[in-house]
C-alpha cells in the first residue's frame, strides 16, 4: 500500500527507531557493550519489549545497526575532512583528526565499533557491518595513498624476512587489493592512529593533559612524512 499513510508510517518507524538508536548509545554509555539489553532500551525509550521487537527482533539486530551506523558515519566524517585538505600531507593529518574527533564525540558507538569485541556477538558475514566497514577503510586508503599509481603502491617493499605476512596480505581482500607492502604501511599507519584514540578513549592517556590532539598530530605527520619518503623511493 502506498500513499500519504504509508509516508506517514515510513516516517514514524524511522522516528522510532532513531530513538530506540539513541537511547541503545546512552545506555552503552553507562553500561558498557556487554551490559547492554533491549529491556533496558524499551524502558528508555517508552515501549514495551514487545513493542521493541517490531523494530529490532534481537539484541544482536540492533548491535548490528549501531555498529553500521558507526562505521558510515566515521567514514562520512574521514571523507569530508580528507576532501577539504590542500596536499597528500594535509591530508593524511586531516583524515587522523577527524577520525579522534569523532570518536570523542561519539565515545559509545566508537568503542563498539572498533574496541574489544562483544564476546557473544558476531557480525552478519556480508552483512550491513561489513559494508559499512569497508566504506570506511576505503575512505582511509583514498585519504592515504589517493593519487599514488599501481606502479608506485606495488614498489613498496615488504622485508623479504616476512613471507607469511607477504602471502596473507596478497590473499587478503579487505584492503582493496592493495599490494602486500602498501598494505603493511597503510595498516601500521591506522594502527598508530587507532592506538592513539582508544587509549586516549579509556583514560589511559591523562598524563598528557590537554594535549591529545598535538599527540596524534605528532604521530599522523611522521606518518605523512613515511608515506612521502615511500612514495619517493617507489618512483626512482
Known amino acids: 500500500m502506498s500513499g500519504p499513510g504509508a509516508g506517514l508510517r515510513e516516517r514514524r518507524r524511522a522516528q522510532t527507531v532513531a530513538e530506540i538508536k539513541a537511547a541503545a548509545l546512552r545506555e552503552l554509555a553507562v553500561t558498557g557493550a556487554d551490559g547492554l539489553s533491549l529491556r533496558a532500551v524499551a524502558r528508555a525509550v517508552g515501549v514495551s519489549v514487545q513493542a521493541l521487537y517490531h523494530y529490532f527482533d534481537s539484541r544482536d539486530a540492533l548491535v548490528t545497526a549501531l555498529v553500521a551506523d558507526a562505521f558510515d558515519e566515521l567514514a562520512g566524517a574521514v571523507s569530508a575532512a580528507a576532501s577539504a585538505a590542500r596536499d597528500p600531507r594535509e591530508r593524511v593529518v586531516a583524515a587522523g583528526l577527524a577520525y579522534r574527533a569523532w570518536g570523542r564525540d561519539n565515545r559509545s558507538a566508537f568503542?563498539?565499533?572498533?574496541?574489544?569485541?562483544?564476546?557473544?556477538?558476531?557480525?552478519?558475514?556480508?552483512?550491513?557491518?561489513?559494508?559499512?566497514?569497508?566504506?570506511?577503510?576505503?575512505?582511509?586508503?583514498?585519504?592515504?595513498?589517493?593519487?599514488?599509481?599501481?606502479?608506485?603502491?606495488?614498489?613498496?617493499?615488504?622485508?623479504?624476512?616476512?613471507?607469511?605476512?607477504?602471502?596473507?596480505?596478497?590473499?587478503?581482500?579487505?584492503?582493496?587489493?592493495?599490494?602486500?607492502?602498501a598494505a603493511a604501511l597503510f595498516t601500521a599507519g591506522w594502527a598508530t592512529l587507532h592506538g592513539l584514540v582508544v587509549l586516549e578513549l579509556l583514560g589511559h592517556l591523562v598524563w598528557v593533559g590537554e594535549a591529545g590532539e598535538d599527540m596524534v598530530r605528532v604521530a599522523l605527520l611522521r606518518y605523512a612524512d613515511e608515506l612521502a619518503a615511500a612514495r619517493a623511493r617507489a618512483r626512482r
Do not use: K
Not at 136 to 161: C, K
Not at 174 to 180: E, R
Open 111 to 181: 568503542l563498539l565499533a572498533l574496541g574489544v569485541p562483544l564476546a557473544d556477538y558476531t557480525a552478519p558475514e556480508g552483512g550491513p557491518t561489513s559494508q559499512a566497514a569497508r566504506r570506511m577503510g576505503e575512505a582511509f586508503l583514498d585519504a592515504v595513498f589517493g593519487g599514488w599509481s599501481a606502479d608506485e603502491l606495488a614498489a613498496v617493499p615488504l622485508p623479504d624476512d616476512a613471507p607469511a605476512l607477504s602471502a596473507q596480505l596478497r590473499d587478503a581482500d579487505a584492503l582493496g587489493g592493495l599490494p602486500p607492502g
